[in-house]
Every structure is written in structure tokens, then in C-alpha cells.
């Protein structure tokens, strides 16, 4: 019993010592003290100023994964997007969906400015995460993500989901990078490529999307120049992939099986 007893005083004694360090060192840098609590503390971040519709978002529940894609739990769309916790660590699985007409036109929309991250930003035909659900983890051959990216451009896009099956997908490659949005908020994300061909039926919702555009490739060539001399924004993952492999793939929208990489992760 007495061990036990001194074992706990040793124990609350360092943790004391621990959070005076802790005092003395927030003194010094004018940081606010830290709390005595067990749990980790959360960032407080003030939402107030922020759309409605998109804080709700911010509870879903996406999947957290390390840096070779396997799954290791979940954590809420807000913690995923905070830098605070980017620069920890915290990665999240998301996608990136490129959809072209009959045309070989690119559809791009331009976020809406209700957006928390990148709002305002041209980008392509719709960005989003699986979400920590049993569909949308289920990663044979993708589909989970698949299943994700049908429900988001019906989300954002109005596309009925008829129109753009899981199965008529096709996964490319993955992408990882990271991107600051502003000062709390950013994107650390496996981004999983995907294409399709299809003509579909549009009815965008404003509070996703303010503006969305089918390009050719000269007319994206022309945006990538505009966003260089800061006449634009377009979002960082979108030039990223806009950079390195969109025009390559683009040229072979019918011989896409080619450049099929499931293995490896590009590290942007």
C-alpha cells in the first residue's frame, strides 16, 4: 500500500513539475498557461465567423491513415484541417475526381467563398474525403473512395448518382502533399486520382460551388497562366496534378490503363 501510495505521489509530484515547466515556458513566450485536464486539449478555434452549413460538415468523421495509406482510426473533418494538428502529423485519405464530357472537356468548378478551406479557389471537378462509415472503408479495388466521390458530386454537383457509378471510376495513382489554407486552417491528405468520361446532368449547390466551367486543355493552360500572375487562385492540390500529370493523362483519356500505379505514393 505504501509503495502504491508513493508511486502515485511520484507520479502527481513530476506531472506538477511537468505543468510548472510547462507555466514558466508559456510565461516566457506570453502564451496562455496550460490547463490541468487529462485529456488532450483540442485548439479552441472560433467557428462563430464561419458559414453555417459548412461547421456542420466539420463533424464528419474522416479516416485517419499514415503515411503509406494504411487505415489507423478516425478523427473529425475539423481536427483533419487544422494546421495545428498538419503539423503533427494528422493525415486524413481523401480523392480528387477529374470528369470529362464527351468532348474531352475538363469540368472545373470554382469553390464557393462559404468554403473553409480554399474558398474562392478554381479547381477540378470535385475534392472531398471518404468518410470512417463501413462503405466508404472498404478498400478492395477502391471502391470505398469511389463510393465517396459519387456521393460528393452528387453533394456538390447535383449529379445524379445513376450517372456516375463506382464501377465506370477510374483509379489512377495516389498523391500525397500538404498545403496551408490560411493560418488555422489547412490539407494533409493521400489523394486518391480518379477519372471518368461521362456526360452529366448539373445542378450545383452555391453553398459548395459558386462557378463551374468545362474546359478544353488550351483553356486550362490559359487558367494555370492567369493563377501564376495572381489574376486567379486555384487550389494547390489542382496545380500540383495540373503541373506533373493532368495534360499526360488527359492525352490518353482512352488508354488511361497505362498509367495505372496502385503501389506507389507520390510525395508532391
Known amino acids: ?139 478492395q479495388d477502391a471502391i470505398g473512395v469511389r463510393r465517396a466521390a459519387q456521393r460528393r458530386l452528387q453533394a456538390e454537383l447535383g449529379v445524379p448518382t445513376d450517372q456516375v457509378p463506382p464501377e465506370e471510376m477510374t483509379y489512377l495513382t495516389r498523391i500525397h502533399y500538404k498545403a496551408q489554407s490560411d493560418g488555422v486552417w489547412g490539407e494533409h491528405e493521400i489523394d486518391y486520382i480518379l477519372f471518368m468520361q461521362r456526360d452529366v446532368d448539373l445542378n450545383p449547390d452555391p453553398n459548395e460551388i459558386q462557378s463551374h466551367c468545362y474546359v478544353s486543355k488550351e483553356e486550362l493552360k490559359e487558367i494555370l497562366e492567369k493563377a501564376k500572375k495572381k489574376e486567379l487562385e486555384i487550389t494547390p492540390w489542382f496545380s500540383l496534378i495540373a503541373e506533373t500529370f493532368l495534360f499526360k493523362w488527359w492525352d490518353n483519356l482512352h488508354n488511361l490503363k497505362q498509367f495505372i500505379d496502385h503501389d506507389g505514393i507520390h510525395r508532391m
Open 1 to 139: 500500500g505504501a509503495r502504491v501510495l508513493w508511486a502515485v505521489r511520484r507520479s502527481a509530484a513530476a506531472r506538477l513539475v511537468r505543468v510548472n515547466k510547462a507555466a514558466a515556458r508559456a510565461r516566457a513566450l506570453h502564451l496562455p498557461a496550460p490547463q490541468h485536464t487529462n485529456g488532450v486539449r483540442m485548439p479552441e478555434i472560433n467557428t462563430d465567423h464561419l458559414d453555417e452549413k459548412q461547421v456542420q460538415l466539420l463533424a464528419e468523421m474522416c479516416i485517419l491513415i499514415d503515411d503509406n495509406d494504411r487505415k489507423i482510426g478516425a478523427d473529425s473533418k475539423k481536427n483533419c484541417h487544422l494546421n495545428s494538428n498538419i503539423d503533427k502529423g494528422l493525415l486524413h485519405r481523401a480523392f480528387s475526381v477529374f470528369l470529362f464530357n464527351s468532348e474531352e472537356k475538363l469540368l472545373l468548378q470554382q469553390r464557393s467563398n462559404a468554403k473553409i478551406t480554399f474558398p474562392g479557389c478554381f479547381t477540378n471537378t470535385c475534392c472531398s474525403h471518404p468518410l470512417h462509415t463501413a462503405s466508404e472503408l472498404e478498400e
